[in-house]
């Protein structure tokens, strides 16, 4: 049964992370006015499933001051991982086609493979965390499938072949979950500071890669739908995480 749920979670945010690709083909209105919308509540998921969920399992195991360690070396771990990727935007405008396009490729795939492990070992944990991880994991993959699969064609892939790598790096959410589902097992005492250090990616991921693109459109309208839309996505992690607790 419990395979069967990150099975199944896994299935789902491949989906969702190929759907954005999708979206981008079949119309950029769509994309421009709703998905971009999205980014506001997805900020405000992530950073509430970090304090919410994630992080208070992990105090429950270990020490606070030991957990929030982890998180900040969760936040450091993946500036590292993000920062080698981005090194292929040499100068503006100056595309390098094989190394750009391969880099976006290993990007993606070590995105959703890490997604992958998150949700399963929030599985482990317990059912509830595993839904509320899925959950936000959930509401950025569509932003991240559309921002791959956009560089990919800026790095002169054609649509299908671009379409495809999209699709190949969507199923490696199912690999990374079921690669830790086998071998998880041997992890059980690291889970509380793996959890610890989750926490600082989902922040690193909603503060530094989210957050700024919502900077993308002025207005004080956008404004404060963004700010709306930040608030709902926290206090539907914080609604969750109460309800799961009676």
Do not use: C
Not at 13 to 28: D, P, R
Not at 160 to 180: D, I, K, N, R
């Amino acid at each position: 049964m419990l395979f069967l749920s990150i099975l199944l979670a896994s299935l789902i945010e491949s989906v969702f992370s190929f759907a954005g690709v999708l979206l981008v083909v079949a119309g950029g209105f769509f994309v421009r006015n709703v998905v971009h919308r999205m980014l506001g509540f997805a900020v405000g998921a992530l950073i509430g499933v970090a304090f919410f969920d994630i992080l208070p399992e992990a105090v429950a195991a270990i020490p606070a001051d030991t957990a929030f360690r982890f998180v900040v070396l969760g936040i450091f771990i993946f500036f590292v991982i993000e920062r080698f990727f981005r090194w292929y935007h040499a100068e503006e405008g100056d595309w390098k086609v094989q190394p750009y396009t391969s880099l976006v490729f290993i990007g993606g795939v070590l995105h959703n493979f890490i997604d992958g492990i998150a949700l399963t070992l929030s599985f482990f944990v317990s059912p509830s965390l595993g839904v509320a991880t899925t959950l936000a994991i959930l509401l950025h993959e569509i932003p991240h499938g559309i921002a791959d699969f956009t560089a990919l064609q800026k790095g002169g892939y054609a649509r299908v072949p671009a379409l495809w790598y999209s699709f190949l790096v969507s199923l490696t959410t199912v690999l990374g979950a079921v690669v830790t589902f086998l071998f998880g097992g041997f992890l059980e005492g690291a889970i509380p500071y793996i959890l610890a250090i989750m926490a600082g990616n989902f922040l690193y991921l909603a503060l530094s890669d989210l957050l700024p693109e919502t900077h993308e459109e002025s207005g004080f309208g956008h404004f404060v739908g963004q700010v709306f839309l930040m608030i709902a996505g926290a206090a539907m992690m914080l609604a969750f995480s109460v309800l799961i607790a009676e």
